[in-house]
């Protein structure tokens, strides 16, 4: 059983940054693959990044390619998700969630575990 808390969400103005952080409990952490999905008003969930449970193998959408970073650390067990250059297309509900054996990091129903989301409203 994974428990998973976003934290780090606010409200900024476009070009703004922020970190996400995403605190799992448990003593299995290392061996999910972790990724953030987001939900925009009126919109549907969609895959921000992952990364697997083997540090350096990394996945983004298109659509934050270049701005957004996700990373790991095992020994807190904690994903991050570092956001630059904040757009207010951007604004939504940031949600973290574990995988453990995942046929695809970019399908939402491939996770296993959610947290409750953390809001990030991005101003103009």
């Known amino acids: 059983q994974v428990q998973l808390v976003e934290s780090g969400g606010g409200l900024v103005q476009a070009g703004a940054s922020l970190r996400l952080s995403c605190a799992a409990s448990?003593?299995?952490?290392?061996?999910?693959?972790m990724g953030w999905f987001r939900q925009a008003p009126r919109k549907e969930r969609e895959f921000v990044a992952a990364?697997?449970?083997?540090?350096?193998?990394?996945s983004y959408a298109d659509s934050v390619k270049g701005r957004f970073t996700i990373s790991r650390d095992n020994a807190k067990n904690t994903v991050y998700l570092q956001m630059n250059n904040l757009k207010p297309d951007d604004t939504a509900v940031y949600y973290c969630?574990?995988?453990?054996?995942?046929?695809?990091?970019?399908?939402?129903?491939?996770?296993?575990?959610w947290g409750e989301g953390t809001q990030v409203t991005v101003s103009s």
């Open positions: 969630a574990a995988a453990f054996r995942p046929l695809s990091l970019r399908t939402s129903t491939m996770y296993d575990y």
């Open positions: 448990g003593g299995t952490f290392s061996s999910y693959h």
């Open positions: 990364i697997t449970w083997t540090i350096g193998s990394t």
